[in-house]
């Protein structure tokens, strides 16, 4: 079946900090990916996407790249901010049931 | 436009008492899925519809129902509580088509039972 592995949080930096959230997948097909976050008190959105290999999906200053030979989906930030504060989730859709299968998501903290 | 809307935002449960928590979404949606969200586990699938009058069991089914007699509203019950219920619930809906498509969360239902 599909799975998403995602490193453990939570992840503390000081603002303007490189982020690296590690994510690795396990999939029968060739599914498309993303990375979703979820503020506190709310639900889940959308923050980036990708279809197919070597994609990059960006937004806000995030990126992460498909990379199949690695099955990875790593999400990547130059400078963090106090905003940023979240917790973020990287998932995976294949062309079964259309459900998203998600990771079990990392906490990430930005202080001042 | 209010997107996916859950009623109702929080819960408090006595372990055996039944509850059926509501989704509706205004974006002519096909697809509805009902997620727990658990520390250290990320979201689960609960049950998911691809239309109207259908359902399907997903990962975690056990203790949970659901309907979807309307387009527009996927429902979830509970018919005998446990603590183990004890959750987070989000609703999402999207449509059917490529699979990059966007899927759209709810709020969420902070249910506890005791």
């Known amino acids: 079946g599909n799975s998403v592995t995602q490193m453990e949080g939570p992840v503390t930096l000081s603002e303007e900090a490189f982020l690296t959230i590690n994510c690795t997948y396990t999939?029968?097909?060739?599914?498309?990916l993303f990375w979703y976050v979820q503020y506190p008190g709310e639900g889940l959105q959308l923050l980036l996407k990708?279809?197919?290999?070597?994609d990059k999906g960006s937004n806000k200053g995030f990126e992460a790249t498909y990379r199949k030979e690695t099955t990875s989906f790593h999400l990547e930030k130059g400078s963090v901010q106090v905003s940023d504060s979240a917790v973020y989730f990287c998932a995976l859709r294949d062309t079964g049931r259309r459900a998203l299968t998600f990771g079990s998501g990392t906490r990430l903290q930005v202080q001042p | 436009n209010a997107g996916v809307t859950q009623t109702p935002k929080f819960r408090v449960l006595k372990t055996g008492q039944s509850m059926t928590l509501l989704c509706a979404q205004d974006?002519?949606?096909?697809?509805m899925y009902w997620y727990r969200q658990d520390p250290g586990m990320g979201l689960r699938l609960i049950h998911y519809?691809?239309?109207?009058?259908?359902?399907a069991k997903g990962e975690v089914p056990d203790g949970y129902n659901v309907s979807r007699l309307k387009k527009q509203n996927f429902l979830l019950g509970l018919e005998s509580a446990a603590p183990s219920q004890t959750s987070v619930y989000f609703c999402a809906s999207t449509t059917p088509g490529a699979l990059n498509t966007e899927a759209f969360f709810g709020q969420g239902t902070r249910l506890t039972v005791v």
């Open positions: 990708a279809t197919k290999a070597d």
């Open positions: 999939a029968t097909g060739y599914p498309s």
């Open positions: 519809s691809v239309g109207e009058g259908t359902t």
């Open positions: 974006m002519n949606h096909e697809y």
